[in-house]
């Protein structure tokens, strides 16, 4: 029995060796699948693939650094000695000397973009403001951020923040009718069918709408009472206010350099939860639409 036990020891600490150098292995490979597109590779026509950081690419060369030393010196290939390259997103540009002579204008691997024709490929980050934000309770203004979510740029993360103002009470607001402010947060996805680069591109997709803020009830109304039509008069009432809803948006992006971000916004949608004071009023539309000016990073 000692020696079957002193057997199996010797078994369970091979064991328990083989375990900790598989895992180390593994750990290790997908640390270096991980790292696989860290860096820009130059594929040379003789075959010859460089390891880079590149800088430019102009029509006629690429200014580059390399990788193992990307604060030294400047570098630069003639663009008829190479075939592709492959940037670290993972995406490839071929020239085989097609490019040659000037007919690529301008590219910048800082901004993550190739710029100069339908094929322009721009950076994953859009940051933008809009300066005028109409919703169903008044006009206002937003911010938004934007973030591709894909290598192929199909699928988006987007995520404005809105607030606006009943504008049409500002005229009665001596009568006690509040200008009735709502803030609105409204997460949601968008899906390029054609991709994010380019200079003009629609999208669609889905928003989550949350909604805080209040409402003015109250004024005016008109009834029959089988005689003629009399005018009445509530008392105005301001409450809280929350809604809870879906919208599906329709966005066209404007790409007039690689940094500048133009876009046009229509959403339309239902609440799920449309409470005054606490009190659910029923399902009622939801629209939003905007016009964006932004920077892409």
């Known amino acids: 029995m000692l020696f079957f036990g002193i057997i199996n020891a010797d078994n369970l600490t091979h064991t328990l060796f083989m375990i900790k150098k598989t895992f180390i292995i593994s750990v290790v490979s997908l640390f270096s699948m991980g790292n696989m597109y860290a860096q820009d590779r130059i594929f040379q026509s003789n075959g010859n693939v460089i390891e880079s950081k590149i800088k430019e690419i102009n029509g006629t060369n690429i200014i580059y650094w390399n990788w193992n030393n990307a604060n030294g010196s400047v570098y630069s290939i003639p663009l008829r ?51 005028i ?9 937003s911010v938004s951020y934007e973030k591709t979510i894909d290598r192929s740029g199909i699928i988006s ?52 709408v949350i909604g805080a803020g209040e409402k003015t009830t ?16 509530n008392p105005y009432e301001t ?15 404007i790409s007039p350099s690689p940094h500048m971000f133009l876009g046009l916004d229509f959403g339309f949608g239902f ?13 009622t539309g939801m629209v939003q639409s905007s016009f964006k000016i932004g920077y892409r990073f």
């Open 239 to 253: 409450h809280t206010k929350f809604m809870l809803g879906i919208l599906v948006n329709n966005s066209l992006n």
């Open 81 to 131: 000695d190479v075939e592709k390259v492959r940037y670290e997103n993972g995406t490839e540009e071929h020239f085989n000397g097609e490019n040659e002579g000037g007919n690529v204008k301008n590219r910048l691997h800082g901004s993550n973009h190739i710029y100069g024709g339908v094929n322009m490929k721009l950076s994953d980050n859009i940051l933008a403001i809009a300066p």
């Open 271 to 283: 609440t799920y939860i449309n409470q005054l004071s606490g009190n659910n009023q029923g399902i």
């Open 218 to 233: 109250g004024g005016e109304y008109h009834y029959w009472d089988n005689y003629s039509y009399l005018t009445g008069f």
């Open 157 to 208: 993360y987007y995520m404005p923040v809105m607030t606006t103002f009943n504008l049409n009470n500002q005229t009665e607001a001596h009568n006690g009718k509040h200008q009735d402010m709502m803030l609105y947060f409204a997460p949601g996805l968008k899906f390029y069918p054609t991709g994010k680069n380019g200079k003009a591109k629609y999208a669609v997709g889905p928003s989550l």
């Open 133 to 141: 934000q109409l919703t169903e309770n008044g006009v206002g203004l």
